[in-house]
Nanobody, 120 residues
């Protein structure tokens, strides 16, 4: 059974930090690129950060570049998102996503999300 379980969300003051984690099971984690998405109320889901299968390359949305860091541990089947200097506009539900392309086929899995609220 495939599972992606996010944790680490919560309420934090502006300027604070949070570390999100996503624990994967039920599939070969090291074959999948991992992405953190977020969705704020009334807005579309947006890509925040992506890390390749080996962890050799990363991508960040311009809105979080320099403040967020994505990392993965293929031995522990986990991906993390360190979020620093948080802003109220970072408030959203954060989702963990796994994607693998095999020929013409895409395999994708989603977690259930974890709420991050940045407010004073």
């Amino acid at each position: 059974q495939v599972q992606l379980v996010e944790s680490g969300g919560g309420l934090v003051q502006p300027g604070g930090s949070l570390r999100l984690s996503c624990a994967a099971s039920g599939f070969t984690f090291s074959n999948y690129a991992m992405t953190w998405y977020r969705q704020a109320p009334g807005k579309e889901r947006e890509q925040v950060a992506t890390i390749t299968k080996t962890g050799g390359s990363t991508y960040y949305d311009v809105s979080v570049k320099g403040r967020f860091t994505i990392s993965r541990d293929n031995a522990k089947n986990t991906v993390s998102l360190q979020m620093n200097t948080l802003k109220p506009e970072d408030t959203a539900v954060y989702y963990c996503n796994a994607v693998s392309l095999v020929g013409p086929y895409e395999y994708a899995y989603w977690g259930q999300g974890t709420q991050v609220t940045v407010s004073s």
